[in-house]
């Protein structure tokens, strides 16, 4: 399975700011995932973010507060902005599987909070 | 479009006792089902997945689930609890078209010395 890692592992931001979450993958990747964990609570599918296209975003959530960046098959970003308490959670990416395109792996995510 | 339902939000077993996790989907297609364990503060690890072909899988750490379509189920077994399998267990299903996960609650397990 590929080898992901994400940056920050964990912030603490203001209300009002943005916060710029990376994802690295050691290997290329048709599909990159972004979820978020809200405290508490199971995971919930931002977006699905494909190299050389538009990010897809799922019902509730929108490009304007959750811009993705998709620049290459191994890497992606996803910022979280303009910033309320409610955006506290955990934000984790994930690939699908070189060979295994029909499972997800998933980083060690990254946690926020939001003063 | 799939849901995920998993009963019991918490489970607590002795050490070397008999661990089952429940699960029950709703799909509109012939669904794939994953288990992933999130141990604290740490991201999400596959633990086993059906996707076709027989219907009991084995995973890692000793886990095990069986699908059974007439039971809409994904039940996921371990003989013997140890003390390392305290963590949170969340079944998940995705349509074979798009590969998309939809999460259950999470069931988080504790494990009695």
């Known amino acids: 399975s590929a080898v992901i890692s994400q940056k920050p592992s964990r912030d603490i931001c203001q209300r009002g700011t943005s916060l710029t979450i990376q994802c690295q993958v050691d290997?290329?990747?048709?599909?990159m995932f972004w979820y978020r964990q809200q405290p508490g609570q199971s995971l919930t599918l931002i977006a699905t973010?494909?190299?050389?296209?538009?990010?897809?975003?799922e019902s509730g959530f929108v490009i304007d507060k959750f811009p993705i960046s998709r620049p290459n098959l191994t890497f992606s970003t996803l910022t979280v902005s303009n910033l309320s308490p409610e955006d506290s959670s955990i934000y984790l990416c994930?690939?699908?599987?070189?060979?295994?395109?029909?499972?997800?792996?998933f980083g060690p995510g990254t946690r926020l909070t939001v003063l | 479009a799939q849901s995920v339902t998993q009963l019991g939000s918490h489970v607590s077993v002795s050490e070397g006792a008999l661990v089952l996790l429940r699960c029950n989907y709703s799909?509109?297609?012939?669904?794939?089902l994953f288990w992933y364990v999130q141990y604290p503060n740490q991201g999400l690890q596959l633990l086993l997945k059906y996707t076709t072909g027989a219907t009991l899988v084995k995973g890692i750490n000793g886990f095990e689930a069986e699908f059974k379509k007439s039971e809409t189920s994904f039940h996921l077994t371990k003989p013997s609890a140890h003390m390392s399998d305290a963590a949170e267990y969340f079944c998940?299903?995705?349509?074979?078209?798009?590969?998309?996960?939809?999460f259950g609650a999470g069931t988080t397990v504790t494990v009695r010395a």
């Open positions: 994930s690939v699908d599987g070189t060979g295994a395109s029909d499972t997800q792996y």
């Open positions: 973010a494909n190299q050389g296209s538009e990010a897809t975003y």
């Open positions: 998940a299903v995705s349509d074979p078209n798009d590969y998309k996960l939809s």
């Open positions: 290997s290329q990747v048709t599909m």
């Open positions: 799909s509109s297609v012939p669904p794939y």
